[in-house]
C-alpha cells in the first residue's frame, strides 16, 4: 500500500496544502507545533474514520473555519483508491472513489495502516481498555466482519446493562436471556477473531523484541482468557456464562463478563510489564508489538500498511533509532521529527519540512 499524495482543507492548521509522498521513507520534520502531528492524523483518519487524537470530528476543523476537508490517493495490490471526508460541524461526508460511504465499516480495508506515537505507550502501562483499543482497532482494518459484530455487540450490551438497572426483576429475568442469545453470538466472533491475531502477533513481536534488545529481554504476549473451539462452541459457552451469573449481574447492574471485560497479558523476561516494566522496557515492548502489527497486516492482507511513526524517534536511544529505521525498509512510512538529519542515517529519504502548518520546498 502507497499513499502518493495528501490533501488538507481547513484541517487542524492546515489552510490549503498537497503533501507529496514517495514510495519508502517520508520525513515530515519541523519545530514543535508546527502540524507534523496534524498529517499524522490526517493519515490515519483516512485509514480508519477516526481520530486518535480528537474524541469529536469537529475538533479536526480549523478555526474560524466551518469545514475540513481531507483526500488522498493510493495504490494498493488492488489498484488505485480515492478517500475523500468532508468534515463539518454536524456530521461527515466520505468518499471512496467518488462512491459516499454511508457507514464506517464501509472505509475500513481500503487504505491500511499501523500508527505508533508516544501516546501508545498506554498499550502497555494503561488498563486493559488500551489494549482492547488496540485490537479493536488492527483487525476492523482487517476484518469488516469483525467491525460489524463489534458495533452490534457493544450495542446490545447498552441494551443488556440497561435492562440489569430495572427494579421489575421478573422482567429482567425474562428478557435477559433474550439478549444473551444475541449478545454470545456477537461475542463469540469477537472473541475467535482477537485470539486468533494475538496468536500470530505473539511470535513475531517477541522476534522483534529480542532484536531490540539484541536477546537481553524476552517479550511474551497471550490472552487473558483461552478461547478454544469453533464460533459455535464459543457461543455456548459465552451463553452459558451469561446466565449462570444473573445475579451476579443485577446486583452489579451491569455485565461483568465478555469480551468487552478481557485483557491481554503481556509479559518481559515473566514478569508482569505493567506493572515492572521501566520506560525504556515500556517503549521497546510498545514498539515491537505495533512493528508486529506491521508484519501480520501483510501475512493476513497480502500487502504491507502505511506506517505512521509520530515523534517516536526523540524516545528512542541511537541504537534503537538505527534499528527502527532498518524496519522501515520495504514499506512507505511516515515519520514526523524535530530534525531530519538525526533519524536518516545516509538512507534515502523523501523529506517534508512544515512550517507553521505550511510544506515548504
Given at each position: 500500500?502507497?499513499?502518493?499524495?495528501?490533501?488538507?482543507?481547513?484541517?487542524?492548521?492546515?489552510?490549503?496544502?498537497?503533501?507529496?509522498?514517495?514510495?519508502?521513507?517520508?520525513?515530515?520534520?519541523?519545530?514543535?507545533?508546527?502540524?507534523?502531528?496534524?498529517?499524522?492524523?490526517?493519515?490515519?483518519?483516512?485509514?480508519?474514520?477516526?481520530?486518535?487524537?480528537?474524541?469529536?470530528?469537529?475538533?479536526?476543523?480549523?478555526?474560524?473555519?466551518?469545514?475540513?476537508?481531507?483526500?488522498?490517493?493510493?495504490?494498493?495490490?488492488?489498484?488505485?483508491?480515492?478517500?475523500?471526508?468532508?468534515?463539518?460541524?454536524?456530521?461527515?461526508?466520505?468518499?471512496?472513489?467518488?462512491?459516499?460511504?454511508?457507514?464506517?465499516?464501509?472505509?475500513?480495508?481500503?487504505?491500511?495502516?499501523?500508527?505508533?506515537?508516544?501516546?501508545?505507550?498506554?498499550?502497555?502501562?494503561?488498563?486493559?481498555?488500551?489494549?482492547?483499543?488496540?485490537?479493536?482497532?488492527?483487525?476492523?482494518?482487517?476484518?469488516?466482519?469483525?467491525?460489524?459484530?463489534?458495533?452490534?455487540?457493544?450495542?446490545?450490551?447498552?441494551?443488556?446493562?440497561?435492562?440489569?438497572?430495572?427494579?421489575?426483576?421478573?422482567?429482567?429475568?425474562?428478557?435477559?436471556?433474550?439478549?444473551?442469545?444475541?449478545?454470545?453470538?456477537?461475542?463469540?466472533?469477537?472473541?475467535?477473531?482477537?485470539?486468533?491475531f494475538i496468536e500470530q502477533l505473539a511470535p513475531v513481536a517477541a522476534e522483534i523484541h529480542s532484536a531490540l534488545t539484541e536477546g537481553a529481554e524476552r517479550l511474551e504476549i497471550r490472552p487473558e482468557k483461552k478461547y478454544k473451539g469453533s464460533e459455535e462452541e464459543l457461543k455456548e459457552r459465552i451463553y452459558t456464562e451469561l446466565?449462570?451469573?444473573?445475579?451476579?449481574?443485577?446486583?452489579?447492574?451491569?455485565?461483568?463478563?465478555?469480551?468487552?471485560?478481557?485483557?491481554?497479558?503481556?509479559?518481559?523476561?515473566?514478569?508482569?510489564?505493567?506493572?515492572?516494566?521501566?520506560?525504556?522496557?515500556?517503549?521497546?515492548?510498545?514498539?515491537?508489538?505495533?512493528?508486529?502489527?506491521?508484519?501480520?497486516?501483510?501475512?493476513?492482507?497480502?500487502?504491507?500498511?502505511?506506517?505512521?511513526?509520530?515523534?517516536?524517534?526523540?524516545?528512542?536511544?541511537?541504537?534503537?533509532?538505527?534499528?527502527?529505521?532498518?524496519?522501515?525498509?520495504?514499506?512507505?512510512?511516515?515519520?514526523?521529527?524535530?530534525?531530519?538529519?538525526?533519524?536518516?542515517?545516509?538512507?534515502?529519504?523523501?523529506?517534508?519540512?512544515?512550517?507553521?502548518?505550511?510544506?515548504?520546498?
Amino acid at each position: 500500500m502507497r499513499i502518493k499524495n495528501l490533501n488538507l482543507k481547513n484541517f487542524r492548521n492546515y489552510a490549503d496544502e498537497r503533501i507529496e509522498f514517495s514510495d519508502g521513507l517520508n520525513v515530515i520534520y519541523g519545530r514543535n507545533a508546527q502540524g507534523k502531528t496534524n498529517c499524522a492524523e490526517a493519515v490515519y483518519y483516512l485509514c480508519t474514520g477516526t481520530s486518535p487524537r480528537a474524541r469529536r470530528d469537529k475538533q479536526l476543523i480549523r478555526r474560524g473555519e466551518d469545514y475540513a476537508e481531507i483526500s488522498a490517493c493510493a495504490e494498493g495490490r488492488y489498484g488505485a483508491v480515492e478517500i475523500y471526508a468532508k468534515i463539518t460541524e454536524n456530521g461527515r461526508e466520505i468518499r471512496v472513489n467518488g462512491n459516499k460511504i454511508a457507514r464506517n465499516a464501509d472505509i475500513l480495508g481500503n487504505l491500511y495502516s499501523v500508527f505508533f506515537s508516544p501516546q501508545e505507550l498506554r498499550l502497555i502501562q494503561d488498563g486493559p481498555e488500551e489494549r482492547r483499543r488496540f485490537l479493536n482497532v488492527s483487525i476492523s482494518q482487517l476484518s469488516r466482519p469483525y467491525y460489524i459484530a463489534l458495533i452490534r455487540y457493544n450495542r446490545i450490551l447498552e441494551q443488556r446493562n440497561n435492562l440489569l438497572k430495572d427494579k421489575n426483576l421478573n422482567t429482567v429475568f425474562e428478557l435477559l436471556p433474550v439478549w444473551d442469545s444475541e449478545l454470545s453470538k456477537y461475542a463469540a466472533t469477537i472473541a475467535r477473531r482477537r485470539a486468533d491475531f494475538i496468536e500470530q502477533l505473539a511470535p513475531v513481536a517477541a522476534e522483534i523484541h529480542s532484536a531490540l534488545t539484541e536477546g537481553a529481554e524476552r517479550l511474551e504476549i497471550r490472552p487473558e482468557k483461552k478461547y478454544k473451539g469453533s464460533e459455535e462452541e464459543l457461543k455456548e459457552r459465552i451463553y452459558t456464562e451469561l446466565s449462570e451469573n444473573y445475579e451476579r449481574d443485577i446486583r452489579l447492574g451491569f455485565t461483568a463478563s465478555g469480551p468487552h471485560r478481557d485483557d491481554v497479558e503481556i509479559e518481559i523476561d515473566g514478569a508482569d510489564a505493567k506493572s515492572y516494566a521501566s520506560q525504556g522496557q515500556t517503549r521497546t515492548a510498545a514498539l515491537s508489538v505495533k512493528l508486529a502489527e506491521v508484519e501480520i497486516f501483510k501475512r493476513l492482507s497480502g500487502e504491507y500498511p502505511v506506517l505512521v511513526l509520530d515523534d517516536v524517534m526523540s524516545e528512542l536511544d541511537l541504537p534503537r533509532r538505527k534499528k527502527l529505521v532498518s524496519y522501515t525498509q520495504g514499506l512507505q512510512t511516515v515519520l514526523t521529527c524535530t530534525h531530519a538529519e538525526r533519524v536518516l542515517y545516509g538512507l534515502e529519504t523523501h523529506k517534508i519540512r512544515i512550517e507553521g502548518g505550511k510544506v515548504k520546498k
